[in-house]
């Protein structure tokens, strides 16, 4: 009969170990390679503890969206009105908390991210519907997307610019005072680096309980590079010091909003039934349905969690420009993509990692600045970055065999 | 004619299935015994593949009823027939390719803690039972964490038979198990019907190929154009007798005719 047949499955290969898989760690190497060339480029300028401050804060957003792009485009699909969704919930807050909210209230700004937090996830809600239920194309559900809440963004405050935020509200930017201290930095990297110790020790003695060979010495070598890598990245950050004084910023809080969510998302890709069924669904549809996992609840809750980054990622934007702008975001959906598709998710569906969207983010953002920095046009660094996609997925299908 | 006593294990009864206008199942009476091996016999869309896929809860029936140990059964979806006993080996294997063994063995039924809106999955024990299960069944299949697109054909179809074993059937509906498999993998295939079949579990073969299953059942049901040619006791009737009821709809003596049976044999 013809409602027999199945389409063939997708050829893709899922992570095992995300985190820290042998992609990933090439990809750290090429960003080595684009720093140390910028640098000698530059004249000196790239490795400096100020580029490297704001290269950070800036590739949080495009981070933090590239964590949810990277889940979609792990279910099949795409997700293209990021940069809207975040330029609508943006405008939103800024509407709430500028002209609606009174100015002086406490409870203003914590409330205005509240409710735009949950304008994300009825944004991704009205998207996820759309695609897993009505079966209408995440390709076009989103581009209508795009242009809808570009249009609401306008519409939010006839596209007024509205300023200032909250001072509170504007350390989610990362500016002066946005960051951690350096005392606070130093004490964050010693409690995570010790649970995230501890967390190893208990996985590698339940495994070895259950008589599997669980590779020690592996893992301690992984945990020393994490070690080293985090100790760097905070005393850089402590290095670069406020203007006029001799206090250090430490980490800012993009970064640690960033890191909240990579942690989560970590979580969540690599333990939870839900992220083995988003690989499910990506790698055979099919297959995932017969073995009855809700696949429809399942893309859903996808789109859901990319409307939320969205809007911690609207958050983050609207803090570091302190304005509320109908353009902001805009374009933005393009490198999430891009940072999530030169990390290792393929558009075909069932492969793509968390670790790996934030160092394609990180990747994007360095070439930027780097080009920036040696006096590039903005033209010129779009036709490099397109060059660069481009070639990170070439030579990511040469690399993983597939033809 | 039902030679087995007591109450079946499986009774489908006056079920249809329509895909737009076409008649894909209509009016299909079916039942099955514990410890029975019926074989499911028709030509490529005579509706055979559709019947089981809504007894695996793969599609809605849009009529017609289900008995599953004498208890009606709405059988909505494929976690309802998991709950009820009912296994099925897909002739696709319903397999993701792009997940190991262990996660494909436990595809939609991991062993999982909750917390809160979240299900940790429990992958050192998962891998644990996967390991104990899969060497049963093919001792030399050790590369668990490889992801099945790199896996044989006989590995492949030993994790969907795995799922089968490990989530104890009542029920197992095969639909071509041996369709791609090579000699000696057909005849472990054989080896293990006649094993569960000892151990009182209901098996539905579905084949388009009678020699693939002829030996192995005690009953065939023969579908043609959607409608049931007939029933009959393997014992009862010639494989050429099975033979002209698949191809010419013509029933035998010694086999009970179905409403698909063609009424003036020439």
Same mark, same amino acid.
């Given at each position: 009969?013809?409602?027999?047949?199945?389409?063939?499955?997708?050829?893709?290969?899922?992570?095992?170990?995300?985190?820290?898989?042998?992609?990933?760690?090439?990809?750290?190497?090429?960003?080595?390679?684009?720093?140390?060339?910028? #640098?000698?480029?530059?004249?000196?300028?790239?490795?400096?503890?100020?580029?490297?401050?704001?290269?950070?804060?800036?590739?949080?957003?495009?981070?933090?969206?590239?964590?949810?792009?990277?889940?979609?485009?792990?279910?099949?699909? &795409?997700?293209?009105?990021?940069?809207?969704?975040?330029?609508?919930?943006?405008?939103?807050?800024?509407?709430?908390?500028?002209?609606?909210?009174?100015?002086?209230?406490?409870?203003?700004?914590?409330?205005?991210?509240?409710?735009?937090?949950?304008?994300?996830?009825?944004?991704?809600?009205? #998207?996820?519907?759309? &695609?897993?239920?009505?079966?209408?194309?995440?390709?076009?559900?989103?581009?209508?997307?795009?242009?809808?809440?570009?249009?609401?963004?306008?519409?939010?405050?006839?596209?007024?610019?509205?300023?200032?935020?909250?001072?509170?509200?504007?350390?989610?930017?990362?500016?002066?005072?946005?960051?951690?201290?350096?005392?606070?930095?130093?004490?964050?990297?010693?409690?995570?680096?010790?649970?995230?110790?501890?967390?190893?020790?208990?996985? #590698?003695?339940?495994?070895?309980?259950?008589?599997? #060979?669980?590779?020690?010495?592996?893992?301690?070598?992984?945990?020393?590079?994490?070690?080293?890598?985090?100790?760097?990245?905070?005393?850089?950050?402590?290095?670069?010091?406020?203007?006029?004084?001799?206090?250090?910023?430490?980490?800012?809080?993009?970064?640690?909003?960033?890191?909240?969510?990579?942690?989560?998302?970590?979580?969540?890709?690599?333990?939870?039934?839900?992220?083995?069924?988003?690989?499910?669904?990506?790698?055979?549809?099919?297959?995932?349905?017969?073995?009855?996992?809700?696949?429809?609840?399942?893309?859903?809750?996808?789109?859901?969690?990319?409307?939320?980054?969205?809007?911690?990622?609207?958050?983050?934007?609207?803090?570091?420009?302190?304005?509320?702008?109908?353009?902001?975001?805009?374009?933005?959906?393009?490198?999430?993509?891009?940072?999530?598709? &030169?990390?290792?998710?393929?558009?075909?569906?069932?492969?793509?990692? &968390?670790?790996?969207?934030?160092?394609?983010?990180?990747?994007?953002?360095?070439?930027?600045?780097?080009?920036?920095?040696?006096?590039?046009?903005?033209?010129?660094?779009?036709?490099?970055?397109?060059?660069?996609?481009?070639?990170?997925?070439?030579?990511?299908?040469?690399?993983?065999?597939?033809? | 004619?039902?030679?087995?006593?007591?109450?079946?294990?499986?009774?489908?009864?006056?079920?249809?299935?329509?895909?737009?206008? /076409?008649?894909?199942?209509?009016?299909?009476?079916?039942?099955?015994?514990?410890?029975?091996? /019926?074989?499911?016999?028709?030509?490529?869309?005579?509706?055979?593949?559709?019947?089981?896929?809504?007894?695996?809860?793969?599609?809605?029936?849009?009529?017609?009823?289900?008995?599953? @140990?004498?208890?009606?059964?709405?059988?909505?979806?494929?976690?309802?027939?998991?709950?009820?006993?009912?296994?099925?080996?897909?002739?696709?294997?319903?397999?993701?390719?792009?997940?190991?063994?262990?996660?494909?063995?436990?595809?939609?039924?991991?062993?999982?803690?909750?917390?809160?809106?979240?299900?940790?999955? @429990?992958?050192?024990?998962?891998?644990?039972?996967?390991?104990?299960?899969? !060497?049963?069944?093919?001792?030399?299949?050790?590369?668990?964490?490889?992801?099945?697109?790199?896996?044989?054909?006989?590995?492949?179809?030993?994790?969907?038979?795995?799922?089968?074993?490990?989530?104890?059937?009542? /029920?197992?509906?095969? @639909?071509?198990?041996?369709?791609?498999?090579?000699?000696?993998?057909?005849?472990?295939?054989?080896?293990?019907?006649?094993?569960?079949?000892?151990?009182?579990?209901?098996?539905?073969?579905? !084949?388009?190929?009678?020699?693939?299953?002829?030996?192995?059942?005690?009953?065939?049901?023969?579908?043609?154009?959607?409608?049931?040619?007939?029933?009959?006791?393997?014992?009862?009737?010639?494989?050429?007798? /099975?033979?002209?009821?698949?191809?010419?709809?013509?029933?035998?003596?010694?086999?009970?005719?179905?409403?698909?049976?063609? !009424?003036?044999?020439?």
């Amino acid at each position: 009969m013809t409602t027999e047949s199945l389409d063939p499955p997708a050829m893709n290969v899922a992570p095992r170990d995300s985190g820290f898989n042998v992609r990933t760690l090439s990809l750290v190497g090429l960003l080595f390679v684009i720093a140390v060339t910028f #640098h000698l480029l530059s004249g000196g300028l790239f490795l400096t503890a100020r580029n490297l401050y704001n290269i950070v804060v800036q590739t949080s957003v495009v981070a933090i969206l590239a964590c949810g792009m990277t889940i979609v485009i792990v279910t099949r699909n &795409i997700d293209l009105s990021v940069g809207s969704v975040l330029g609508c919930v943006g405008m939103v807050i800024a509407l709430l908390q500028i002209q609606i909210f009174p100015q002086e209230a406490a409870w203003n700004w914590p409330l205005t991210v509240v409710i735009g937090l949950a304008l994300g996830a009825l944004i991704g809600a009205w #998207h996820g519907f759309w &695609i897993a239920y009505l079966g209408v194309p995440s390709f076009v559900v989103t581009l209508g997307g795009l242009l809808i809440f570009r249009g609401a963004a306008f519409e939010v405050a006839q596209g007024k610019t509205l300023a200032p935020f909250d001072p509170i509200y504007r350390l989610f930017g990362g500016g002066i005072d946005g960051a951690l201290g350096v005392g606070p930095s130093w004490m964050l990297f010693v409690v995570i680096m010790v649970l995230y110790g501890l967390g190893e020790i208990l996985v #590698h003695r339940r495994q070895t309980r259950l008589g599997f #060979h669980s590779k020690a010495r592996a893992k301690v070598l992984r945990f020393a590079l994490v070690l080293v890598a985090a100790a760097a990245f905070v005393a850089t950050m402590n290095s670069y010091l406020k203007p006029r004084s001799d206090i250090g910023r430490g980490v800012p809080i993009p970064a640690l909003v960033l890191l909240s969510v990579v942690l989560f998302m970590e979580f969540v890709t690599r333990f939870t039934t839900f992220g083995r069924y988003i690989f499910a669904i990506g790698g055979n549809i099919d297959a995932a349905r017969l073995n009855g996992i809700p696949t429809r609840r399942t893309v859903l809750v996808a789109f859901i969690t990319m409307g939320v980054l969205c809007a911690i990622a609207a958050v983050v934007t609207t803090a570091r420009l302190n304005a509320g702008t109908s353009s902001t975001g805009e374009l933005l959906e393009l490198s999430a993509i891009a940072a999530a598709v &030169i990390g290792g998710a393929s558009l075909s569906g069932g492969r793509g990692t &968390i670790a790996g969207a934030v160092v394609g983010a990180l990747i994007i953002q360095s070439l930027e600045s780097g080009m920036v920095l040696i006096g590039a046009s903005s033209s010129q660094r779009m036709v490099a970055i397109g060059l660069v996609l481009m070639a990170a997925v070439f030579a990511d299908k040469y690399l993983s065999g597939e033809e | 004619m039902e030679t087995q006593t007591g109450k079946p294990l499986v009774e489908m009864r006056g079920v249809f299935k329509a895909f737009g206008g /076409v008649h894909a199942v209509e009016d299909v009476d079916v039942t099955l015994h514990a410890g029975e091996v /019926v074989a499911v016999l028709g030509h490529n869309g005579a509706g055979k593949s559709t019947l089981m896929k809504m007894l695996a809860g793969a599609y809605r029936r849009d009529a017609g009823s289900v008995h599953i @140990d004498g208890k009606a059964a709405e059988l909505a979806s494929p976690a309802e027939a998991f709950e009820l006993g009912i296994e099925t080996i897909h002739q696709t294997l319903a397999l993701a390719d792009n997940l190991d063994a262990t996660a494909n063995l436990f595809l939609g039924r991991e062993i999982a803690w909750r917390v809160g809106p979240f299900r940790i999955m @429990d992958s050192a024990r998962m891998r644990d039972v996967a390991a104990k299960v899969i !060497s049963q069944l093919n001792p030399r299949f050790t590369n668990l964490n490889t992801p099945c697109r790199d896996l044989s054909g006989g590995q492949r179809q030993t994790i969907a038979i795995a799922r089968a074993i490990h989530f104890e059937a009542h /029920v197992l509906i095969m @639909d071509e198990p041996t369709a791609a498999l090579g000699p000696h993998e057909t005849a472990m295939v054989a080896d293990l019907i006649r094993e569960l079949k000892s151990k009182g579990i209901g098996i539905f073969l579905i !084949s388009h190929d009678i020699h693939d299953v002829f030996d192995l059942a005690d009953r065939v049901v023969v579908m043609k154009n959607g409608q049931v040619v007939g029933t009959a006791n393997t014992s009862d009737v010639s494989q050429d007798d /099975v033979l002209g009821m698949i191809i010419l709809g013509k029933c035998p003596e010694g086999a009970i005719p179905g409403p698909g049976a063609r !009424s003036n044999p020439q």
